[in-house]
């Protein structure tokens, strides 16, 4: 047998290096739960109003349909390297067709107006929102721009403020729907996403006074935000109008008790809660599973946030921290959002709850966004992927 040459000993060690690892199972095991969990709770929300459409099984075969299109593409964006979507022409293009889609969801006959709000475009007979598609554009741009900016971050007029010209305009973009939750969800990210590349602390808590201080004023401007504002606070007062949702929420999770109804046993579906495959979608776990069924929910919800935030940790790379940073972030903000509004400690706002909600489009890009981190857990740790 011949010897082994200087050069390849020389190189064997550098191999290592770049070898991939599998991708992280626990973000893997957790999704794969938080989507299980989301099928049963959907088949409880629709069974019953869905009985009448002749088509029990309607909203189920839906979200499958999603969650299979979601697979296949978060096979593809896990094996795609995640570096891809740092390319300048990747991230604009991705936002000039974020932007052109939220324009022409606000124009009246092409937008689809649902309960005084157009965010919604049909094609071809399926419809999604392109504020889904937008907020994760919004990340990638950031975790591109945050890296280019460098030590700049720390500074207000250098740094923070321009990278948020772009997420301010989102933002507006969003808010003309009106979808103010959304919106909000963008800007929160984007803050968490700024703090993580170094921002001072006293910039933060000056951008988030004014994007509360903006919230509100937008709140407060039309009577009937001024009133659906109000009305998380003593819902039953205004169970007439503002009230009515939250309150047959609470009745949900107050039927529900300690262990809940049983699946499908609860009684809100049945006409008395609005929309309880989307927005209102954990009324139906509090009323079925009771409060043990929501705290499982959440406790997913948190793992899924450690999964996420410990790849970013472990990236070498910080455009590869960022973007995982940032998908996770958005994806268990809207989260929390959501089932703050459900429980009442948030002002009613129409938010779906991720992997939960009815929408096939939407389970499909946040899937797809998951694979992107999955990919930076097989190749976050190599120096040069």
Same mark, same amino acid.
Request: charged share 10%; with cysteine; proline share 4%.
């Given at each position: 047998?011949?010897?082994?040459?200087? $050069?390849?000993?020389?190189?064997?060690?550098?191999?290592?290096?770049?070898?991939?690892?599998?991708?992280?199972?626990?973000?893997?095991?957790?999704?794969?739960?938080?989507?299980?969990?989301?099928?049963?709770?959907?088949?409880?929300?629709?069974?019953?109003?869905?009985?009448?459409?002749?088509?029990?099984?309607?909203?189920?075969?839906?979200?499958?349909? !999603?969650?299979?299109?979601?697979?296949?593409?978060?096979?593809?964006?896990?094996?795609?390297?995640?570096?891809?979507?740092?390319?300048?022409?990747?991230?604009?293009?991705?936002? #000039?067709?974020?932007?052109?889609?939220?324009?022409?969801?606000?124009?009246?006959?092409?937008?689809?107006?649902?309960?005084?709000?157009?965010?919604?475009?049909?094609?071809?007979?399926?419809?999604?929102?392109?504020?889904?598609?937008?907020?994760?554009?919004?990340?990638?741009?950031?975790?591109?721009?945050?890296?280019?900016?460098?030590?700049?971050?720390?500074?207000?007029?250098?740094?923070?403020?321009?990278?948020?010209?772009?997420?301010?305009?989102?933002?507006?973009?969003?808010?003309?729907?009106?979808?103010?939750?959304?919106?909000?969800? =963008?800007?929160?990210?984007?803050?968490?996403?700024?703090?993580?590349?170094?921002?001072?602390?006293?910039? =933060?808590?000056? /951008?988030?006074?004014?994007?509360?201080?903006?919230?509100?004023?937008?709140?407060?401007?039309?009577?009937?935000?001024?009133?659906?504002?109000?009305?998380?606070?003593?819902?039953? $007062?205004?169970?007439?109008?503002?009230?009515?949702?939250?309150?047959?929420?609470?009745?949900?999770?107050?039927?529900?008790?300690?262990?809940? /109804?049983?699946?499908?046993?609860?009684?809100?579906?049945? $006409?008395?809660?609005?929309?309880?495959?989307?927005?209102?979608?954990?009324?139906?776990?509090?009323?079925?599973?009771?409060?043990?069924?929501?705290?499982?929910?959440?406790?997913?919800?948190?793992?899924?946030?450690?999964?996420?935030?410990? =790849?970013?940790?472990?990236?070498?790379?910080?455009?590869?921290?960022?973007?995982?940073?940032?998908?996770?972030?958005? #994806?268990?903000?809207?989260?929390?959002?959501? /089932?703050?509004?459900?429980?009442? =400690?948030?002002?009613?706002?129409?938010?779906?709850?991720?992997?939960?909600?009815?929408?096939?489009?939407?389970?499909?890009?946040?899937?797809?966004?998951? !694979?992107?981190?999955?990919?930076?857990?097989?190749?976050?740790?190599?120096?040069?992927?």
């Amino acid at each position: 047998m011949l010897g082994t040459s200087s $050069a390849q000993k020389t190189r064997a060690p550098l191999l290592s290096r770049y070898k991939r690892q599998p991708v992280d199972k626990m973000l893997l095991t957790v999704m794969l739960l938080l989507l299980s969990s989301g099928l049963l709770v959907l088949f409880s929300a629709t069974y019953y109003t869905a009985q009448d459409a002749g088509d029990p099984l309607r909203e189920v075969r839906s979200q499958l349909l !999603g969650i299979a299109l979601g697979a296949v593409a978060c096979f593809v964006t896990s094996r795609i390297p995640y570096r891809f979507w740092k390319d300048t022409w990747v991230v604009v293009g991705l936002l #000039i067709l974020s932007a052109v889609l939220l324009t022409l969801v606000i124009i009246p006959g092409v937008g689809v107006y649902i309960n005084g709000s157009r965010r919604w475009l049909s094609l071809g007979g399926l419809s999604f929102q392109p504020s889904e598609l937008a907020k994760f554009s919004v990340v990638m741009f950031l975790a591109t721009t945050l890296c280019y900016r460098g030590r700049n971050i720390r500074s207000l007029f250098r740094g923070i403020v321009p990278v948020l010209l772009v997420p301010g305009i989102v933002f507006l973009l969003i808010l003309q729907q009106p979808n103010l939750s959304t919106a909000g969800s =963008i800007l929160i990210v984007s803050l968490v996403m700024i703090i993580i590349a170094g921002a001072k602390w006293r910039h =933060i808590l000056l /951008m988030t006074a004014g994007g509360l201080s903006l919230g509100a004023f937008y709140a407060w401007a039309e009577p009937y935000r001024r009133r659906r504002m109000m009305s998380f606070r003593d819902p039953f $007062a205004m169970m007439s109008d503002e009230g009515y949702q939250l309150s047959q929420s609470l009745i949900a999770f107050g039927s529900g008790g300690l262990f809940g /109804m049983g699946l499908g046993m609860g009684r809100q579906k049945y $006409a008395y809660l609005p929309y309880p495959e989307s927005d209102f979608i954990f009324a139906i776990v509090g009323e079925d599973f009771g409060l043990a069924g929501c705290l499982v929910v959440i406790a997913l919800f948190v793992a899924f946030l450690l999964a996420g935030m410990r =790849i970013a940790v472990s990236c070498r790379d910080k455009f590869g921290m960022l973007l995982s940073a940032g998908i996770t972030a958005s #994806i268990t903000v809207q989260a929390f959002l959501n /089932m703050g509004v459900v429980i009442g =400690i948030l002002p009613t706002t129409g938010l779906p709850l991720p992997f939960f909600s009815a929408g096939g489009t939407s389970i499909s890009i946040t899937m797809a966004a998951v !694979g992107i981190v999955l990919n930076v857990s097989r190749t976050g740790g190599v120096v040069d992927a």
